[in-house]
């Protein structure tokens, strides 16, 4: 267990991940931000999720879930129920829909979610409706002013997409907040519709003192002002059987190695930070599901 003073803060998303593929249909609970919540509790980090769910039995097994894995979990109630995201992997390409609660997700910002995020370490935020510039508003208000402890996954997702235009205006806002971001090549192709280099280039362009890219088999790098550092995916034993989560595992892998060791002040010491989410990332992809898994 990591000698924090306060949980990390994740914010984002908690659902439940509905696969159907050709042996039947099968039910996982998911959602960017709770993989990055439980996979931070996993890697010895203590973590609370802040997200919707419904009052339900999804939700109560979500609850159950985060409890399990020692995450704590400050909850809003949704009125349409409990967010589910389904995968149709049955012909083809994965295709992915999304319930009416994952569509209108909301987060209340009350009182305990506002002295959980100013005690934080670091606030981490994950799959955010940025297109509700009503919610990026209450985000903001929630962070203490002057402090760069702020880490970004925008995570879009087409199915939850209301409007391409104000996503990348409430998630630029935010970043421009941010000790880093996190964006992968998905990213950049939905909302910019440009390559994951040019985006890189155009966060630091806005200020964003770190950036780490996330390239799917070309491994994953970071960019820390005018330098940047990169490492193939890790070459470990056996079949890589699911990727669902191996962002969320490179996630929570740096955050780990900045409440371990700090911010990276050269580029060796970012190196050493990819090369351990290199290998949490490719020992998560080695199992069915999204749960973190290290080597």
């Known amino acids: 267990m990591h000698s924090v ?66 995450v704590g979990f400050l909850r809003t109630i949704g009125p349409n129920g ?7 992997r049955r012909e083809g390409e994965p295709r992915y829909i999304f319930n009416e609660a994952a569509q209108k997700r909301v987060i209340e ?10 005690d934080s370490p670091f606030t981490l935020v994950s799959c955010f409706p940025f297109d509700d510039l009503t919610q990026v508003d209450l985000l903001t208000a929630s962070v203490p002013a002057g402090r760069r402890r702020m880490i970004v996954d925008p995570n879009p997702r087409a199915g939850m997409l ?18 880093l971001v996190k964006v992968g090549d998905d990213d950049a192709r939905m909302l910019y519709g440009t390559d994951l280099d040019q985006l890189v280039s155009r966060l630091a362009d806005t200020g964003v003192p770190h950036i780490v890219g996330t390239a799917g088999r070309d491994g994953a790098f970071v960019r820390s002002g005018d330098e940047t550092v990169t490492r193939p995916i890790a070459d470990l034993p056996g079949e890589v059987i699911d990727t669902m989560g191996a962002g969320d595992a490179v996630l929570a892998s ?10 990276p ?5 970012w190196g050493a930070v990819l090369d351990r989410a290199m290998l949490v990332a490719g020992a998560t992809c080695r199992h069915d599901g999204a749960l973190l898994r290290e080597p």
Do not use: K, W
Not at 82 to 88: F, P
């Open 5 to 70: 003073t306060a949980p990390v803060v994740v914010i984002g998303d908690a659902l439940i991940d509905e696969l159907r593929d050709s042996s039947g249909t099968r039910d996982f609970v998911g959602g960017a931000a709770l993989n990055v919540a439980v996979g931070l509790a996993r890697l010895g980090v203590p973590s609370t999720l802040i997200a919707m769910v419904g009052d339900d039995a999804d939700g109560e097994r979500i609850a159950e879930f985060l409890n399990h894995h020692g």
């Open 82 to 88: 409990t967010s589910r995201a389904i995968s149709d």
């Open 109 to 118: 910002f009350g009182p305990e979610a506002r002295q959980a995020i100013r």
């Open 162 to 179: 209301h409007s391409r235009e104000r996503f990348v205006r409430g998630f630029e806002a935010v970043a421009e907040l941010c000790e």
């Open 254 to 263: 740096v955050v780990e190695s900045l409440i371990a060791n700090g911010v």
């Open 265 to 269: 002040d050269s580029n060796d010491a």
